[in-house]
């Protein structure tokens, strides 16, 4: 059974390992000389370890060593002067190669690089690292996060560092937040040295580039560990699901769990608990209690968290009743719910108008010792500004600042929005020009807001205004921010404007909202431009749109005060295939204009209108 939506390869019998997979291309890598640290690095070949071989042999390569270590720090050109200086026997002795590589790494893991990569010149003469030298300077350059340094390194036919350093290596690179340069480097490792990672690093790459929210490299990670053969385990299943579910393909997720548990693998209450959250944002409550069952028999029992996603989507989902009788009921097991839990709950009340409710919760919050967050706070500042209580709104917004905490974005778009709600509109523009002064920055949604506010109470050209301020601002406008304009300025009768404000939307990628074809009908009737107004509605018909009722209402009113019959009785037969009826408002025009004109066909056309209403 394959995995599907996620490259083919990746399939549902995912412990099953394929082939070895070769690629990526040559990195580049730039090094540095300098003429510091010299004595420190000289002292450290003063009392050089044993070498293995006789006393006589040892001091002449030590003193070689040293030398050649200071000409490296000296002089910036120091490749030819190696070559001049010292006999190769010297020069390429093993333990040379070591007394110098070793220190320099540690200080200088660049110059370090550089002095490889001349040995690797010399093919022959030059002897390879030994192995703990080359783990050496891996960790040198992986520490100083010369990451592709490090794979320049490893490309080296002189430097083969062992497998621990080699995981290493990979850890540093994706505990960096580098999933890219995780991805290549696993590949670099496997085309040059047949390396293939432990089953600890594939999982930290997997987890970090969740961290990093790149489910994209997740896909890639495991369709290179598949080609290496590697077989995965509960941590590998656990990052796959959390994958699925951060791209919202719940059902892929759900197969991939019920797979692996055929195979004795339960992943984590992290996985799980995701899984549980993408059900609840989507009402699947079925699938929510096979979840908790498949949780309890398989020993990961649900925390907090996990019931937290479940209240928080029974709030959203209209089932705030069912979210507080699970609220209450983990109280009673013994369950301590956050801060977060609580605010979670005290919206939901709020939102379903249990005010006493969630005012009690709120006290029975900070009881415990909670402190509310930001969030607590504009949760219940929303509640107020909803009712219209803005004085208590106003009460809870200066409580969270005499509480320490900071002022944001979020708490100010709440107040100016019930203010706009309110009618306040002067408030709303004070507290919108004091947040620059106060350092909070002004979003799409505070620009909207207020944009919104202004039409609603009919001030045009404050929100044409506004409108120019957020393009000049830099913010780029979203959907809402036209939608309000453009139908003020069809029921100003500027269609024209609107028109041109509609094909400013669209060369921004933004798709207007079907509403906006409505107003747009609607404001070319009250201009007398039925004509127009049809072709309009003839092109939402092609594009399959469907106008409001009162669109089309309005659309045969105007073409029948204007005579156009024909063309209203076209509109009447759209309208009833769509399945809208007429409107008395428009029947009595329509019929009034027929018996006017004496029409030949009139007795007939009013019974099918009747007969049709």
């Known amino acids: 059974m394959m995995v599907r939506g996620c490259p083919t390869w990746c399939c549902c019998n995912w412990w099953h390992a394929h082939t070895l997979s070769n690629s990526r291309s040559a990195i580049c890598c730039s090094s540095s000389s300098a003429l510091t640290r010299a004595r420190g690095l000289s002292t450290s070949l003063e009392n050089p370890a044993p070498l293995g071989g006789s006393a006589d042999e040892e001091n002449p390569v030590a003193e070689t060593a040293r030398r050649v270590c200071e000409t490296i720090l000296r002089q910036p050109r120091w490749e030819s002067s190696l070559s001049s200086r010292f006999p190769p026997s010297r020069l390429f002795h093993p333990a040379c190669v070591r007394l110098v590589l070793r220190p320099l790494a540690s200080s200088r893991p660049l110059l370090s690089l550089r002095y490889l990569l001349w040995l690797s010149s010399h093919h022959d003469a030059a002897p390879p690292l030994d192995t703990p030298t080359a783990s050496c300077l891996l960790d040198a350059l992986a520490r100083a996060r010369a990451w592709r340094a490090a794979l320049l390194a490893l490309r080296s036919t002189k430097c083969r560092p062992d497998p621990a350093a080699l995981d290493s290596f990979l850890l540093r690179l994706v505990r960096s937040g580098l999933p890219d340069e995780a991805v290549e480097a696993i590949s670099e490792l496997g085309t040059h040295l047949g390396f293939c990672p432990s089953l600890p690093t594939w999982n930290a790459a997997l987890s970090a580039s969740l961290r990093a929210g790149r489910t994209d490299v997740v896909w890639r990670l495991y369709e290179t560990m598949m080609r290496f053969g590697v077989a995965g385990d509960t941590s590998t299943a656990s990052y796959l699901i959390r994958a699925f579910c951060a791209e919202s393909r719940l059902a892929e997720a759900y197969r991939l769990l019920r797979e692996v548990s055929r195979n004795g693998l339960v992943p984590d209450v992290v996985s799980l608990t995701s899984l549980v959250s993408g059900f609840c944002r989507d009402g699947n409550y079925g699938k929510v209690s096979e979840l908790l069952h498949v949780m309890i028999a398989g020993g990961r029992m649900p925390d907090i968290y996990t019931y937290q996603s479940i209240i928080h989507g029974l709030c959203d989902n209209g089932m705030g009743d069912e979210g507080f009788r699970v609220f209450n009921d983990l109280k009673r097991r013994g369950y301590l719910p956050d801060a977060v839990t609580y605010t979670t709950m005290i919206d939901g009340l709020w939102k379903m108008g249990r005010i006493n409710d969630a005012r009690k919760l709120w006290s029975e919050m900070v009881g415990k010792g909670m402190e509310p967050n930001e969030y607590a706070y504009n949760a219940i500042m929303d509640a107020y500004c909803k009712v219209g209580d803005m004085e208590q709104a106003q009460r809870v917004y200066d409580e969270m600042l005499a509480k320490g905490l900071k002022d944001n974005t979020v708490s100010c778009n709440t107040l100016i929005k019930g203010f706009c709600l309110q009618g306040r509109i002067g408030e709303a523009i004070e507290l919108f020009e004091e947040m620059p002064m106060k350092r909070i920055e002004r979003d799409v949604i505070t620009y909207n807001t207020l944009i919104q506010g202004f039409c609603k109470a009919g001030k045009m050209a404050e929100a044409m205004e506004l409108y120019w301020e957020l393009l000049l601002a830099g913010v780029q ?55 127009e107004g049809m072709a309009w509605l003839v092109s939402m018909l092609e594009n399959n749109l469907k106008p409001r009722g009162e ?63």
């Open 551 to 613: 669109t089309v209402n309005a659309l045969i009113r105007s073409l029948s005060s204007l005579g156009r019959l024909d063309d209203a009785l076209l509109v009447l037969s759209a309208m009833f295939e769509i399945g809208y009826s007429l409107g008395s408002s428009a029947c009595h025009v329509l019929i009034n204009q027929l018996c006017q004109d004496k029409w030949c066909k009139t007795v007939e056309c009013v019974e099918e209108i009747l007969v049709s209403d």
């Open 477 to 531: 406008p979203s959907v809402s921010t036209y939608t309000p304009l453009i139908h003020v300025l069809c029921e100003e009768g500027k269609v024209a404007d609107a028109i041109e404000l509609m094909r400013s939307m669209e060369a921004k990628g933004l798709e207007p909202l079907v509403c906006t074809n409505d107003f747009i009908i609607t404001g070319f009737c009250k201009q007398g431009k039925a004509e």
